[in-house]
């Protein structure tokens, strides 16, 4: 007969053994499938009663329906805002695409044919110095169009006209208009009403050229007349048509500002005019001078008006 083993001190019976096993494996069972609102050693806060509010009910772990709503209310709400800021960043990128101007397209304002390229190489150019301007929102367009009259003297003003695609922005150019021809020299240049020369011209040819005689260099884009010898010539002009003569050529003699020789359709001999004089006076007294000499069959070398009430010849 065997006899049974004696257990070991403190050894628990086989049974109790495999009820602690299972109570175990039981609460650990019942802890994952717990929330972390029921854990160990946490103080529940809130109250599920609609009728028992609470301290701290709304950020409390235990929530009534009235406080559940509060913050779905918040959340959308942080939604929102979230939403809204997105949006509006889309939209201030959007718009900085919009003002930006990656590429140009020029035009000029009168509808005449020019050379594009060249005005739109210089709009570049000045865009390379002035990298921020490329917003037309920043756009200094005194600044640009300085810079264009420096390069391009033709160019009288030139304004922004707004976007004309995707990051491309629409230029209007104002061109010079010629009053008179200006030869210095063996360069002819352009003069318009405000005296400022240049050399590329989109209008007609103006009827008169001016022979610069003087000495004096100058450049495009200087002031090479001022505004009052303009407006003796171009009043000499109109009141010579009206007479019926027509001025085809102004001279300005050597070494002086305040006298122009004029040269008249039909006679080889230049008109001496002076500035100081008054142009309707001097024109009233070249029609008495070329009718006098045209009766007679002369042709002097010149004629001097430049005194008041007299003639003088040679």
Known sequence: MRLPLRKKQGEQPGRRRLSAERLAEKRQSENRNQTTTFRRNRTLVGSLSSEVSSAGELSGDLRSPRAHVHHLTAHRRRLGTIFILVFGAIC???????????????????????????????????????????????????????????????????????????????????????????????????????????????????????????GVPETAGTTVASSRFLRFVGLAITLAKADNLTITQAIIPVDTTHQVEVIVSGHNYPIKLSLDRPVGEQIEDMEHALAYFDTRGQSPQYIDLRVSGKAYYK
């Open 92 to 214: 201030f990128l959007g718009w900085l695409l919009y003002e930006f101007s990656a590429t140009v397209d020029v035009s000029p304002t009168s509808g005449i044919a020019i050379s594009q390229s060249r005005y739109e190489h210089a709009i570049e150019d000045y865009f390379a110095a002035h990298p921020f301007q490329r917003f037309r929102v920043l756009l200094d367009d005194g600044a640009l169009t300085k810079y264009l009259q420096q390069v391009t003297p033709e160019v009288s003003s030139v304004s922004s006209d707004g976007s004309d695609g995707f990051v491309t922005s629409e230029f209007d150019l104002t061109f010079r208009r010629p009053v008179v021809g200006w030869l210095i020299g063996t360069h002819e240049y352009y003069v318009d009403d405000s005296g400022v020369s240049f050399q590329v011209n989109y209008f007609e040819q103006p009827g008169v050229k001016i022979v610069d005689q003087s």
